[in-house]
T-cell receptor, first 111, second 115 residues
């Protein structure tokens, strides 16, 4: 079993839809959870960062972490064509341990 | 604020040749990372530097890959000799010296094709 599992998609939705992206993980020591967005031919950029369990909201984006289920989610409300990108979940333990990335989910928002 | 600079953007070589990539991190960022991203995969850490020193190189194939960070600023990653399976995007990232090493700033990467 891989440490971080993420459905690669592709996921195609109409403009204005609510998008749900998810990752599961196996390492119960993970404490820091991130979502990165990667546009084609670009490097990933940090979108959301959450420590431990709970929710975090930033504009149209909401990140949720459920450590009991080892499951994290990213919700995008009122999705826009500019949201079309690959979304990577990433997580790590405490201390100076490296990030472990999921494979990424490719999202297309159709106008 | 200037971002992480990488060059070249693209490189095509034949197997068994050597290749080098260059990275200039964001000014003041003490930590520098090299990641390998194979098509359809998430980035995988190859090596992490803190200033001049290596923090983690456990996933670097040391028989063919090498990296250095000059004076704690620029860095180069070298592959010698290259194999077909080295075809990937090589991403450089840096993070500020505030302990938030999950808040990485990535460059646009170098896309390597090994034929």
């Amino acid at each position: 079993q891989k440490e971080v599992e993420q459905d690669p998609g592709p996921l195609s939705v109409p403009e204005g839809a609510i998008v749900s992206l998810n990752c599961t993980y196996s390492n119960s020591a993970f404490q820091y959870f991130m979502w990165y967005r990667q546009y084609s031919r670009k490097g990933p950029e940090l979108l959301m960062y959450t420590y431990s369990s709970g929710n975090k909201e930033d504009g149209r984006f909401t990140a949720q972490v459920d450590k009991s289920s080892k499951y994290i989610s990213l919700f995008i409300r009122d999705s826009q064509p500019s949201d079309s990108a690959t979304y990577l979940c990433a997580m790590r333990n405490s201390g100076n341990t490296p990030l472990v990335f999921g494979k990424g989910t490719r999202l297309s928002v159709i106008a | 604020e200037a971002g992480v600079a990488q060059s070249p953007r693209y490189k095509i070589i034949e197997k068994r040749q050597s290749v080098a990539f260059w990275c200039n991190p964001i000014s003041g960022h003490a930590t520098l990372y090299w990641y390998q991203q194979i098509l359809g995969q998430g980035p995988k850490l190859l090596i992490q530097f803190q200033n001049n020193g290596v923090v983690d190189d456990s996933q670097l194939p040391k028989d063919r890959f090498s990296a250095e960070r000059l004076k704690g600023v620029d860095s180069t990653l070298k592959i010698q000799p290259a194999k077909l399976e080295d075809s990937a995007v090589y991403l450089c990232a840096s993070s500020p010296p505030t302990g938030s090493n999950e808040k990485l700033f990535f460059g646009s990467g170098t896309q390597l094709s090994v034929l």
